[in-house]
């Protein structure tokens, strides 16, 4: 079981930054690929950002390339994070974004077995 709780979302102008935490707990957490989806008002859940599980492995929307970045912390601990750094943000970018774990990176949600409640990203213009 892995628990997943994002943090670090508000509101912010275009142009600026923000980063986004995802803490996961549970002792398997190293066994999953972790991924950033986003879900606009209306829209469908889409896939933002992806990393392996050693962090070797890195896969972006197109949308985000070049402006957002995803990393991992692997220590050994009880609570292990997933950082998603988000420059150069526009007003598309606004979303609620979630984190979410599964066994292998791709951009299809149904890949991801466990999902956090979602942190709110507004950018305005």
């Known amino acids: 079981q892995v628990q997943l709780v994002e943090s670090g979302g508000g509101l912010v102008q275009a142009g600026g930054s923000l980063r986004l935490s995802c803490a996961a707990s549970g002792r398997t957490f190293s066994s999953y690929t972790m991924g950033w989806f986003r879900q606009a008002p209306g829209k469908e859940r889409e896939f933002v950002a992806g990393?392996?599980?050693?962090?070797?492995?890195?896969?972006?929307?197109e949308s985000v390339k070049g402006r957002f970045t995803i990393s991992r912390d692997n220590a050994k601990s009880t609570v292990y994070l997933v950082y998603l750094q988000m420059n150069s943000l526009k007003p598309e970018d606004t979303a609620v974004y979630y984190c979410a774990a599964g066994l292998q990176i791709t951009m299809s949600t149904v890949g991801y077995d466990y999902w956090g409640q979602g942190t709110q990203v507004t950018v305005s213009s």
């Open positions: 990393v392996s599980r050693s962090g070797g492995g890195i896969v972006y929307a």
